[in-house]
């Protein structure tokens, strides 16, 4: 298997990787630092973070290429534990963060990220390249037309560069270049040794230093369940959005079961939680990162630069990176769904803008579940219907059903009947619908019973066997035929048995 791997690798490719993970590393720099005093807590904590989470998700993800380290969305959740209890609990809360993560993908629960719909993907992807581009803002505060200018020629760079030549990342030559005329020149503007102290030794094992009980589980658990379900979401629909700029299908499964791992050593590495970047995800797909090895490089030089190189790394104008930073905002839009929004009903253009909108203005875990609830409702609406035929056997009226029987539709199946001006016999034939939950198993004994108080004799048809042991009244009046449905109801039996 090993072989078979190093043949994946060229010579053309190791060198993509290798320069695409640089770019990448430098970027990360400054993310993990404004991520980490998001938390309150050290910037060594964040770039620990990186180095950490960003190796072991090269390594064991379900993505290869893809880079996690220290997020917004993540830091926010944790603000008000660090200030109330310290970072320690900070460290054992990831340590649970990661726990819950790793048994999410041991138990295959990740394919439950594909009842996210298409229309809330494109609003996280846009509410995500737009809260990127806002968050460079700060950067310009106290900043003169020096930094305006080099941000200009970062983009330039980015956006020139590549139609003349591929053979080196565009970024890392805005990166390299501008930091040198910044030097030469000595230009006053922000340079990433001014957001914070990036020097530091390798890390090293820290057990949490916290009691060890219920009363600090209680603590901690509401706080790692909410960073394992955002990190977790943010993670799994990054991996969605690089499968399709990449037509390669990754594992979602073994994407939570890494970032799991990596969430845990966190937390005993002096480490806060995290999750996939998707802004240095795409760097590093758009700079040539296709395979682990340009992910691991990240990681690996990104920790090179805290232990022997942070005096360089410092030297680098912020201006480029806010460069970079709006590119990859650019990059990341999805441009072709305001011409969708045209096209697309109404119901799937309202969740697409109300995801993004949330997406500013609170945070993806919110807004993804605000989508999906949505999407749910409409879907519950749209098919909230069963049709119904009727027609005479003789003296007999027949009820022929076609559509789901449930929550949403139990009213109008109730509003189909007439049982003042029906005949002494009436058959419900249920051959074309399905029942789908105890509601519509209790709208059919209800009008069962409906037609027994007005003394008239009620026949049910092609109900499955599963329905006809739920049922209460109307399970004596149901008639079994060859060609019964096999399907099952979803429902509480426990509610049948009281």
């Not at 390299?176 to 006053?188: A, E, W, Y």
């Amino acid at each position: 298997m090993f072989a078979q791997l190093l043949k994946t690798y060229s010579g053309h490719s190791v060198k993509n990787d290798v320069l695409s993970g640089a770019v990448v590393a430098v970027a990360l720099v400054p993310e993990a630092i404004a991520f980490s005093l998001i938390a309150g807590v050290s910037p060594l904590v964040g770039l620990y973070t990186a180095f950490i989470l960003g190796l072991m998700t090269a390594l064991l993800g379900g993505k290869p290429g893809m880079i996690s380290g220290a997020t917004g969305s993540v830091a926010v959740v944790m603000v008000s534990l660090v200030a109330a209890h310290g970072v320690e609990y900070l460290f054992l809360a990831t340590l649970l963060t990661g726990l819950i993560q790793v048994a999410f993908g041991v138990m295959r629960l990740a394919k439950f990220i594909r009842l996210v719909p298409q229309p809330a993907i494109f609003g996280f992807v846009n509410g995500l390249a737009i809260v990127i581009a806002l968050a460079q803002l700060p950067m310009f505060e106290g900043e003169g037309w020096i930094m305006v200018a080099m941000v200009a020629a970062t983009m330039a760079t980015m956006v020139i560069l590549p139609k003349i030549t591929q053979a080196v990342p565009a970024g890392l030559v805005a990166i390299i270049g501008l930091s040198i005329v910044t030097v030469l020149l000595d230009l006053d503007t922000k340079r990433v040794a001014d957001l914070g102290n990036i020097a530091g030794d390798l890390p090293s094992f820290h057990w949490p230093q916290v009691p060890i009980n219920l009363e600090t589980l209680k603590i901690i658990f509401p706080y790692a369940a909410v960073m394992a379900a955002v990190g977790l979401i943010e993670s799994l629909l990054t991996l969605s959005v690089l499968d399709e700029m990449s037509g390669e299908k990754g594992n979602a499964n073994k994407e939570s079961v890494a970032l799991g791992l990596g969430n845990a050593t966190c937390g005993v590495f002096g480490g806060m939680a995290g999750c996939a970047m998707i802004g240095q995800s795409i760097i590093n797909f758009t700079s040539g990162g296709r395979t682990r090895l340009s992910s691991a490089t990240a990681a690996v030089l990104l920790i090179l630069f805290v232990v022997a190189l942070s005096d360089y790394i410092g030297q680098i104008p912020i201006a480029v990176l806010v460069g970079i930073m709006f590119m990859v905002s650019v990059e990341t839009f999805e441009w072709a769904s305001i011409d969708r929004l045209r096209r697309m009903p109404k119901a799937d253009a309202f969740i697409l803008v109300t995801v993004t909108v949330v997406t500013i203005f609170t945070d993806l875990a919110m807004a993804v579940v605000i989508g999906v609830i949505i999407s749910a409702l409409v879907f519950a609406w749209q098919h909230a219907r069963v049709y119904t035929r009727t027609h005479m056997e003789g003296d007999r009226k027949i009820y022929e059903f076609d559509g789901p029987l449930f929550f949403g539709s139990v009213q109008g199946f109730l509003d189909q009947f007439d049982v003042d001006h029906d005949p002494e016999e009436v058959v419900m034939d249920f051959k074309q619908a399905r029942v789908m939950d105890s509601s519509g198993v209790e709208a059919i004994d209800k009008i069962t019973r409906r037609y027994e108080d007005a003394n008239k004799k009620i026949t049910i048809r092609h109900l499955s066997e599963d329905c006809k042991k739920l049922l209460k009244a109307a399970g004596r009046y149901c008639t079994y035929e060859e060609d019964d449905p096999t399907y099952k109801v979803a429902v509480d039996h426990e509610m049948y048995q009281k």
